[in-house]
């Protein structure tokens, strides 16, 4: 076990091999709030050395066929889950998420991430058409791209960077990609495994470091064709302004206010249990995370009362405990965000039933000053407070009454995102018209979170630009090319 004052200090992985870095960024284990680790603080100089390791690279791994790129992603898929636990441990560490949940979610679906494209990549179909009267024949081809760069967030470390890592290698492109900067451990993991999975040198680089100065290196890279990014629409902004002089492709999975509706026939069992999970998974800090709950007017008092209690057993602490539900906030900055926005919705006439200022968590004495936070339920905030608009990007949700469908469609609707909703009703004719009015990316009806990886995945308004999965990941990672042959 290493020594307290020893710190983990990684290193870039470039052209298949771990290059040090002349300066770091602390990196902090959220449970504790100590650093315990030290991330490479990259810039312009090794994106460039990635960059061309890529492009070195690009020539022989687009011309493997299919089926070759394939076997390994199958074996790094086999890897990752060779080294599920090492893994998991390492992601709730690094991210403050609990060992339950980074073992039954995050890490299982960072190796299916890899085998579900090494399949996928082998199912795709090219157009045809025939112009007799021409003499022609027409089909297409879809050809890799060329250096991806991959930019992933914090809140899922190795699920949603694994997410673009393997649509990107298994069309034929390398990728040059950079993990958040407080979360890189099991990035960095991941890069061990590359050359025993037959990851050829330079397909794979990754650049650890901050956005303003890696992130901006790569998204400028003139040799870089197309960018994905998953994080903050603020952040998007930025990359769309630095890549707009080289015409780049964008895939841009960004951030949601996500609504559920629940109507008076609802299955208020499953409704309950379902939306408390959805609210607070993840210490809430995933994009599709339900942030506002609007509630038939009808059974408000039953809904709320039985969610209040739920939510009340969905126990935060120490994420080595198998008994916890949540772990802690990714940093002492967000906590006090989060933080804010209680505290907002107090000012404004809001009232606290659970969680931040109304019940106290008992934490080990390790555990004394982590970044964490219980399951808050609020409500009596206007639709038109930042509380109900912004981002909270925490264990904070708000309930609020309606009367009508179209009074709760409206509402749904009524802020700039528009990423994921769900709508509880026994209704099936309510829940098939709603989710055509609901302006979301994806809508689910009383469940949440079932995911068919072969459909597309991404949201409307300020939520994104772009859809991810099977053929939509595999059309942002290919250029199509349209070819006549005149016999």
């Known amino acids: 076990m290493a020594k307290p004052h020893s710190h983990l200090v990684l290193e870039n992985y470039i052209g298949g091999t771990f290059v040090p870095c002349r300066s770091h960024i602390d990196s902090y284990d959220p449970s504790t709030g100590e650093v315990y680790c030290r991330v490479p603080d990259s810039g312009r100089e090794e994106v460039e050395a990635a960059v061309a390791a890529a492009k070195e690279a690009f020539p022989a791994w687009s011309q493997r066929s299919p089926e070759q790129r394939a076997t390994v992603l199958n074996k790094l898929a086999e890897l990752i889950q060779d080294n599920l636990e090492d893994l998991a441990q390492a992601e709730s560490r690094d991210q403050g998420k609990t060992v339950t949940f980074a073992r039954t979610v995050d890490i299982p679906r960072s190796a299916y991430n890899f085998r579900f494209f090494a399949s996928s990549a082998l199912h795709h179909l090219s157009e045809c058409s025939q112009m007799d009267h021409m003499g022609c024949l027409n089909y297409t081809l879809r050809c890799p791209v060329g250096v991806a760069g991959l930019i992933s967030p914090w809140n899922l470390p190795l699920y949603l960077l694994t997410w673009k890592i393997a649509p990107a290698i298994a ?30 040198p330079g397909v794979v680089n990754v650049v650890f470091g901050s956005g303003p100065r890696a992130g901006s290196a790569l998204v400028s890279h003139p040799e870089v064709p197309l960018i994905s990014f998953t994080g903050s629409t603020a952040t998007a902004r930025v990359i769309t302004e630095l890549s707009a002089p080289f015409c780049k492709k964008l895939s841009l999975e960004l951030g949601g206010k996500n609504p559920a509706l629940v109507f008076a026939d609802a299955d208020l069992d499953q409704c309950v249990e379902t939306t408390v999970r959805s609210s607070f998974s993840n210490q809430g800090e995933i994009c599709l995370c339900t942030s506002r709950i609007y509630v038939e007017r009808s059974i408000y008092p039953e809904f709320l009362e039985r969610f209040v209690a739920a939510a009340r057993k969905w126990k935060t602490g120490d994420p080595s405990d198998g008994a ?160 006549s042959i005149k016999h």
Not at 175 to 187: H, L, Y
Request: charged residues 20%; hydrophobic residues 40%; aromatic residues 8%.
């Open 171 to 200: 069309a034929g492109n390398t990728v040059v990609a950079k993990p958040s900067e407080m979360t890189s451990v099991t990035a960095w993991m991941l890069c061990k495994l590359m050359e025993q999975a037959g990851v050829p």
């Open 324 to 483: 916890n539900n949540n772990g802690a906030l990714i940093s002492k900055e967000h906590l006090e965000k989060v933080r804010g926005f209680v505290a907002l919705a107090k000012s404004e006439g809001g009232v606290v039933h659970c969680g931040e200022g109304v019940d106290e968590l008992d934490l080990p004495e390790r555990n004394a000053g982590g970044y964490f936070m219980a399951a808050t339920v609020v409500t009596g905030v206007p639709d038109s407070s930042r509380v109900m608009q912004e981002e909270i990007f925490g264990p904070v949700t708000c309930v609020s009454p309606f009367d009508t469908e179209d009074e709760a469609v409206s509402r749904a609707n009524g802020v700039r995102y528009g990423l994921g909703a769900t709508v509880w009703s026994r209704d099936v004719g309510r829940v098939h018209r709603v989710a055509r009015r609901v302006q979301a990316g994806l809508v689910w009806t009383n469940c949440w979170l079932v995911r068919d990886l072969n459909l597309p995945f991404g949201g409307m308004k300020h939520s994104g630009v772009g859809r991810e999965g099977g053929r939509d990941s595999y059309h942002f990672f290919t250029e199509v090319k349209s070819v």
